[in-house]
């Protein structure tokens, strides 16, 4: 069956590190998308992606950058890390017609 | 730009009880999809139900069921025979319509609203 993974589930990094959130789906989806969840304010939009090397800013794209060198993979990067940055990524995509986005089981990252 | 609103941060109902989270959304495009996900403790995102602005029926998947109401915009998701399992965060999602070409459409969430089941 298709699905969309996510590596780590958890991280704990220090303060300025730099830390890159992996993403994989096997939908053949050319739409790909990371938000962050944060008590309160529900999914933001960070970085969001139509096709191999397309790249868009969301909402939230402060301290975070994104590559798309194929069709199943968008690593999420933070430069460098601080501790605003602590929260719960998920990765999700969908079809080129922007239909249902499905999610991945979404990584907690703690930044000390 | 869009906005998402649920006004009820909690909610709680009585197992095989029925009950009624509220949406409401800003837009002023005509043609645009709504979405209702479930997210329980184990925090993954679960579609629930989906509906078409186009279409005038109300989407029903099982026990759940929307109120669509396109002049008041709102989408209000409704749970009959609750049940244990139903026990999570429910988050409501708007999307923009398809204009061909490469627009794969961004989701604006609402903040949420988490439902307790009593037994």
């Known amino acids: 069956d298709a699905e969309i993974t996510q590596s780590p589930r958890h991280k704990i990094t220090e303060t300025g590190r730099q830390v890159t959130l992996a993403c994989h789906q096997t939908?053949?989806?050319?739409?790909m998308f990371w938000y962050r969840q944060d008590l309160g304010h529900g999914l933001r939009l960070i970085h969001y992606?139509?096709?191999?090397?397309?790249?868009n800013k969301g909402e939230v794209s402060d301290g975070y950058s994104v590559s798309r060198s194929n069709t199943e993979d968008l690593p999420l990067t933070l430069e460098s890390a601080a501790s605003s940055q602590t929260s719960v990524y998920f990765c999700a995509s969908s079809g080129s017609r922007g239909e249902t986005q499905y999610f991945g089981p979404g990584t907690r990252l703690l930044v000390l | 730009a869009q906005t998402v609103t649920q006004s009820q941060p909690e909610m709680s109902v009585q197992e095989a009880e029925t009950v009624t989270l509220s949406c409401t959304y800003d837009?002023?495009?005509?043609?645009?999809?709504l979405f209702w996900y479930k997210q329980p403790p184990s925090r993954q995102m679960i579609l629930v139900i989906r509906q078409e602005a186009y279409k005038q029926q109300n989407a029903t998947e099982n026990r759940f069921s929307v109120n669509f109401q396109k002049a008041a915009k709102s989408f209000s998701l409704k749970i009959s025979d609750s049940q244990l399992g139903d026990a999570a965060m429910y988050f409501c999602?708007?999307?923009?319509?398809?204009?061909?070409?490469?627009?794969?459409?961004?989701?604006?969430f609402g903040e949420g609203t988490q439902l307790t089941v009593n037994p």
């Open positions: 992606s139509y096709g191999v090397h397309d790249t």
């Open positions: 837009t002023s495009e005509s043609d645009y999809y």
């Open positions: 939908w053949n989806h050319n739409n």
């Open positions: 999602a708007y999307r923009s319509p398809f204009y061909g070409g490469t627009s794969g459409s961004r989701l604006t």
